[in-house]
C-alpha cells in the first residue's frame, strides 16, 4: 500500500509540474495540444506495442477482459435507462452522456494508474480495442442520426481504428507476441527510449489542461453529471469486482487490474466528439474532471482492499 500511495503521490507531482508549466507561461500557448499529439502519435503507442508483445495472448484476452467488456456494456445501458426514463433526456445528449459514463481514459492516465498499481498496463490493451473497434464507430452512426448531420464519413467511421496509432501500437505487439519474434535491438532501443517519454508526458499534458479549467456542476445538467459521476466512479469499480470475483472467481492481481480499468475516469475524447456535434459540451467536460479527481481516491482504496 505504500508503494502505491508513493506512485500516486509520483503522479501527482508531475501533474502538478505541467500545471505549473501552464501557470507561468513556460511552455506558451497549445502546449497541451502538442505534449498530447505527441504522446497520442508516439509515445503511448511506442508503450503499448512494448507492453503487448512482452505479454502473453492470454493475459490480455482473459477472463478479466471480458469483465471490463461487460462493465462498459452494462454502465452504458444503465445510463440510457435512466436518463431516458427518470430525466427524459434525449437524442445526441442521451448518448454522448451514456458514453461519459462508460468510455475510461484507458491512454492518458489508465497507463500510468496500471502501472503503478499492478505492475504493467497489459489489461489496457482490449479496452483500447473495445473502445476504438466498437463503441466510437456505433457512436458516431447513432450521433449522426440524432443530429441530423455527418459529423465524419462512412470511410472515416470505418476505417478510423486502423488509423489509429493506439491500436496500431496494440495489433504490432499482438503479431510479436503471437509469433514469438525478436525484435532487433536497432528497433527495441528507440521504441524503448519513446515508450519511457510516455507516462511523463502524459501527467504534464493533464497537468497543462487543467489550467484555466472551469468548476464543474453549474447549469441545467447537474442530474445528468452526477449520474455519470455516481455510475463512472463507484458503479464501475463495483460491478466489475461482482462480476470479477463471483462470476470469473479472479482473485488478487487478475481482479485488481480490470477493477482499477473500471474505475478510470471518462476519456477526454469524448469531450472532442461533444464538440464535434455541438451537443452536450458542457456536461461532458464536466464529467471528464470530476471523474478524473474521484477515481484517486477510488483508486487508492481499491488497491488497499483488493491489492
Avoid at 462480476?243 to 481482479?255: C, Q, S
Avoid at 487490474?257 to 466528439?273: D, K, R, W
Wanted: charged share 10%; proline share 6%; net charge positive.
Amino acid at each position: 500500500m505504500a508503494g502505491v500511495l508513493t506512485g500516486f503521490a509520483t503522479l501527482a507531482i508531475v501533474v502538478t509540474l505541467g500545471y505549473a508549466l501552464a501557470r507561468w507561461g513556460v511552455l506558451g500557448e497549445g502546449a497541451d495540444t502538442v505534449l498530447s499529439r505527441l504522446t497520442f502519435f508516439a509515445a503511448t503507442p511506442a508503450l503499448m506495442f512494448r507492453t503487448v508483445a512482452a505479454a502473453e495472448v492470454g493475459d490480455v484476452f482473459s477472463a478479466a477482459a471480458l469483465v471490463n467488456v461487460l462493465t462498459a456494456l452494462a454502465l452504458a445501458a444503465a445510463y440510457t435507462l435512466v436518463c431516458a426514463v427518470l430525466l427524459r433526456q434525449r437524442g445526441a445528449e442521451l448518448t454522448l452522456g451514456a458514453l461519459t459514463a462508460s468510455y475510461v481514459n484507458a491512454g492518458n492516465l489508465g497507463i500510468p494508474l496500471l502501472v503503478f498499481a499492478v505492475g504493467d498496463a497489459a489489461a489496457i490493451a482490449p479496452v483500447l480495442l473495445l473502445q476504438l473497434l466498437v463503441m466510437v464507430p456505433v457512436s458516431f452512426s447513432l450521433l449522426d442520426a440524432q443530429t441530423g448531420r455527418r459529423g465524419v464519413s462512412l470511410t472515416q467511421t470505418v476505417t478510423m481504428p486502423v488509423r489509429n496509432p493506439l491500436v496500431i501500437g496494440v495489433l504490432l505487439g499482438l503479431v510479436v507476441s503471437l509469433t514469438g519474434v525478436r525484435v532487433p535491438q536497432v528497433l527495441a532501443l528507440p521504441v524503448d527510449m519513446v515508450a519511457d517519454l510516455a507516462i511523463p508526458a502524459m501527467l504534464i499534458t493533464f497537468g497543462v489542461s487543467l489550467h484555466g479549467a472551469p468548476l464543474p456542476g453549474r447549469g441545467e445538467v447537474r442530474a445528468p453529471l452526477w449520474t455519470a459521476v455516481v455510475l463512472k466512479n463507484l458503479g464501475g469499480p463495483l460491478l466489475a469486482y461482482l462480476l470479477g470475483a463471483h462470476a470469473f472467481g479472479l482473485t488478487g492481481k487478475e481482479l485488481l487490474a480490470p477493477v482499477i480499468v473500471a474505475a478510470l475516469p471518462t476519456a477526454q475524447n469524448v469531450f472532442v466528439y461533444a464538440m464535434r456535434y455541438g451537443r452536450a459540451v458542457p456536461m461532458v467536460r464536466d464529467v471528464i474532471l470530476v471523474t478524473t479527481i474521484g477515481c484517486v481516491p477510488v483508486v487508492v482504496a481499491l488497491v488497499g482492499v483488493l491489492g
